[in-house]
């Protein structure tokens, strides 16, 4: 069950790195297209720490500077907060720190 918690934390970072690229490549630059860019990669790096207590903790800090982000972007481009995509967004990252916490830590 490690595995299946190692590779969606993967495959979840890395389709949050390739909407960062995508949404670089139809707007242009600006710096919050980069910080997902930035957090995704740092996501898929923090899979390789030996350290699981190290590996938690920053995947934790990673899944809320996310939010932030994703609030930031929502705030942004519609003026104003869905609420039900950020409840649905923190309930899939708590279940992956979950599964990390049982099955990794």
């Known amino acids: 069950m490690a595995s299946v918690t190692y590779i969606l934390s993967g495959l979840y970072a890395f389709l949050m790195a390739v909407a960062g690229f995508q949404q670089w490549k139809e707007e242009g630059y600006h710096v919050r297209a980069l910080l997902f860019i930035i957090v995704s990669t740092g996501i898929i790096l923090i899979l390789f720490i030996p350290s699981k207590d190290l590996l ?3 995947l934790i800090l990673s899944f809320v500077f996310l939010h932030i982000l994703t609030i930031i972007q929502g705030i942004v481009t519609n003026g104003r907060i869905k609420y039900s995509h950020h409840i649905s967004r923190f309930i899939f990252h708590s ?4 599964m990390v916490y049982k099955f990794i830590k």
């Open 95 to 98: 279940i992956i720190i979950l």
């Open 56 to 58: 938690f903790l920053l």
